[in-house]
């Protein structure tokens, strides 16, 4: 049998004995929930490919990421995950990972094979990294490695469930007025989140804006590459499957060249125009805007930038009812789906009970 179709079904094996036991009898929990509780999205990837090949074939080496790797026991991972995995990953778990359509394409997979001595940063990233390297050498044979499967899934089923339960609330309908949703986004980013919050609320809005239309509001992670293969800026918009508008947003001190970067960004994927989004945090170094705007206004290129609170009150003053129900199940959805970080999506939800009197 091909591999990948042996591993396919290796993989609802694991699936299905993870849905019906109660306890994994797996001998590297420790290690599988140090991967997992943390934020490294690749290296997520890379153990789930691990423990699915060693799974399938007790004769592959689990540290290898390429088939021309030296090592015995070479592979190829990253067919693996991408043909295998990504596709379970989008539908039978809900994207519970991040939904990236090509983890392997990320820096830390395009090494022919796991070593200590790969580029990653330093600190828990690197920490990951070790990790790795020590543990999956200890998963020797494939009915461990099926067990360490089982129990990858369990976790991931369980975040499963508890994303359900985050998406499911109530709020009282008189809190869906502009003066609220207004209130509520300016307290919300009083935090930031590494541009987290920001982020969400621009999409949110965003959502509301074009509700009931065939327009799509792709938001992409915050400092993480390889989420999308059309991936243009912070957050691109979609109508009818064309790029309708990009936004860059930075809650940070930012630079000229910075703008330029992301304004040549759209251009060279064929937009027509650009909104800068500046957080509360966000300051140019420099007075450079207007002749910026006027030198891409040459270019036949629109190019705007713009405080985040008067993006919020020019875009809800156009919004015809608020749907506020709407907008927090979206930006939830879309901080589940797009992988934002876990406290992220705690503060949101605090931010909501005591703003909006979210109820569960």
Do not use: W
Not at 207 to 233: D, F
Not at 333 to 358: P, V
């Amino acid at each position: 049998m091909d591999f990948k179709k042996q591993a396919n079904t290796i993989l609802y094996s694991a699936y299905k004995k993870a849905c019906n036991s109660e306890e994994s009898y797996c001998q590297h929990k420790s290690f599988i929930d140090f991967v997992l509780d943390n934020n490294h999205l690749t290296y997520k990837y890379v153990l789930f490919t691990a423990l699915l090949a060693k799974s399938t074939d007790s004769n592959i080496n689990p540290l290898c990421l390429q088939k021309k790797s030296t090592l015995t026991g070479a592979y190829d991972a990253r067919s693996l995950c991408h043909k295998v995995i990504v596709p379970f990953e989008m539908t039978t778990l809900r994207k519970v990972l991040g939904g990236s359509n090509e983890p392997f394409l990320n820096k830390p997979a395009r090494f022919t094979e796991l070593n200590k001595s790969n580029a990653v940063r330093r600190g828990k990233d690197q920490e990951i990294l070790f990790s790795l390297c020590d543990n999956l050498p200890l998963i020797k044979s494939s009915s461990v490695a099926f067990e360490c499967l089982v129990y990858f899934l369990q976790k991931l089923l369980y975040q499963i469930d508890i994303n359900v339960k985050e998406q499911t609330f109530y709020i009282p309908p008189e809190n869906a007025i502009p003066s609220k949703i207004i209130n509520f986004i300016e307290k919300v980013l009083e935090q930031s989140f590494e541009g987290e919050t920001l982020t969400l609320m621009v999409a949110g809005i965003y959502h509301l804006r074009y509700l009931n239309s065939n327009t799509i509001v792709e938001v992409h992670p915050v400092n993480q590459a390889g989420k999308s293969g059309r991936e243009i800026s912070d957050l691109d918009i979609y109508k009818d499957n064309k790029l309708l508008c990009a936004n860059e947003l930075k809650d940070k001190l930012y630079t000229e060249t910075d703008v330029r970067f992301a304004a040549d960004k759209v251009i060279n994927a064929g937009g027509t125009k650009m909104l800068f989004i500046e957080g509360p945090r966000g300051v140019a170094k420099g007075d450079f805007a207007k002749l910026l705007i006027s030198e891409y206004d040459a270019k036949h290129f629109m190019l705007d930038i713009v405080p985040y609170d008067m993006f919020f009150r020019i875009v809800i003053s156009s919004i015809d009812s608020i749907d506020i129900y709407e907008f927090i199940k979206f930006i939830m959805y879309t901080a589940h789906n797009t992988k934002f970080k876990t406290q992220t999506i705690k503060y949101i939800d605090e931010m909501a009970r005591l703003y909006l009197n979210l109820s569960r």
